[in-house]
C-alpha cells in the first residue's frame, strides 16, 4: 500500500548550522505534500507545503525541495535554532484523499 | 480566526465504554479529519467529512464513528473501547481535500 517513510529517524545539529530533513514517498499519484513540526504534547503544525507541479518551494528559513522521478521530499531549516527542536513529519495526498504521514524524524538543536 | 479547538484535553476511560471527542474547525473550512497517534508514530488516518457526509476512510472498525455538524465542526465516537485504543486524537480542518490542512492540540485517551 501507499507509505511514506523518512531515511533519518533522528537528526542533531548544531546551532546556527543548516538542518535537511528527508522522506521518502511511495505513492507516484501522490500530488500534495505538507511538512509538519510536533513538539512534545501538542498537535502537529503547519510548515509548508508543495505540489506535485513545483520542485522547489520557500518559506522563512524553511525550503522544502521536490524530486518526483525518484519520490523524494526533503525539508531543509536554514540557521537552525533551538525552537526548531521538535519531531517532522511529512504527510502526502492524493487528490484529495486522505493524508499519510511517515513514522517522523527527531530534531535535536545542539547548543 | 479561530483556530482548530479540541475537547476534551484528556481523557481517561475504561475498557469497554464509549468516548466522544470534539473538534471546531477552524473559521472557514469545511472539511474536517480525524487521526489517531500512538506514542512515538505518525498520525493514522481514521476518516474525513465534508460537508457532513464521510468522505473517506482509514483502516479503522466500525466501532470508530463520526459525525459532522451544520457548523462544521464534529464529533469521533469510540465504541467498545480497547486498551490499543489509547492514543492521541487529532482532528484538522482544512477548506475542502487536498488543501492545507491545519491540527488541533488533540486529545489524549488513555483506556485503562
Known amino acids: 500500500g501507499e507509505s511514506v517513510g523518512l531515511h533519518l529517524p533522528t537528526l542533531s545539529v548544531q546551532e546556527g548550522d543548516n538542518s535537511i530533513i528527508n522522506c521518502a514517498y511511495s505513492?507516484?499519484?501522490?500530488?500534495?505534500f505538507i511538512w509538519y513540526k510536533q513538539e512534545s504534547g501538542k498537535g502537529p503544525q503547519f510548515i509548508i507545503d508543495i505540489r506535485s507541479n513545483m520542485d522547489k518551494r520557500q518559506g522563512q528559513r524553511v525550503t522544502v525541495l521536490l524530486n518526483k522521478t525518484v519520490k523524494h521530499l526533503s525539508l531543509q531549516i536554514a540557521a537552525t535554532q533551538p525552537g526548531d527542536s521538535a519531531v517532522y513529519f511529512c504527510?502526502?495526498?492524493?487528490?484529495?484523499?486522505?493524508?499519510?504521514f511517515g513514522p517522523g524524524t527527531r530534531l535535536s538543536v545542539l547548543p | 480566526e479561530t483556530g482548530v479547538t479540541q475537547s476534551p484535553t484528556h481523557l481517561i476511560k475504561t475498557r469497554g465504554q464509549q468516548v466522544t471527542l470534539r473538534c471546531s474547525s477552524q473559521?472557514?473550512?469545511?472539511?474536517v479529519s480525524w487521526y489517531q497517534q500512538a506514542l512515538g508514530q505518525g498520525p493514522q488516518f481514521i476518516f474525513q467529512y465534508y460537508r457532513e457526509e464521510e468522505n473517506g476512510r482509514g483502516n479503522f472498525p466500525p466501532r470508530f464513528s463520526g459525525l459532522q455538524f451544520p457548523n462544521y465542526s464534529s464529533e469521533l465516537n469510540v465504541n467498545a473501547l480497547e486498551l490499543d485504543d489509547s492514543a492521541l486524537y487529532l482532528c484538522?480542518?482544512?477548506?475542502?481535500?487536498?488543501?492545507?490542512?491545519?491540527f488541533g492540540p488533540g486529545t489524549r485517551l488513555t483506556v485503562t
Open positions: 504527510a502526502e495526498n492524493n487528490y484529495g484523499q486522505n493524508f499519510v
Open positions: 473559521s472557514g473550512h469545511n472539511t
Open positions: 505513492n507516484s499519484a501522490s500530488d500534495y
Open positions: 484538522a480542518s482544512s477548506a475542502g481535500g487536498g488543501n492545507e490542512q491545519y
